[in-house]
């Protein structure tokens, strides 16, 4: 029995399985940062600007709308 680690210590295509992982986390983060932004809404509105208010349906809508 060696001690390096296990069967897998260097896999030859570790780039390939980088990025795959990488592409796969990215595809996941957006569309749970979708679902949030549609999702959103506030019912007292907040005291100062928040980065949130760039995106979310509610103030899209709000600064679309004339007065």
Excluded: C
């Amino acid at each position: 029995m060696e001690a390096h680690g296990g069967w897998w210590t260097r896999p030859s295509n570790w780039k390939s399985n980088t990025a795959i992982a990488f592409a796969g986390i990215l595809a996941v983060t957006y569309g749970a940062f979708n679902v949030s932004r549609e999702k959103e809404w506030r019912h007292i509105d907040p005291v100062r600007p928040i980065p949130s208010m760039k995106w979310t349906k509610q103030y899209r809508e709000a600064e679309s709308k004339p007065e």
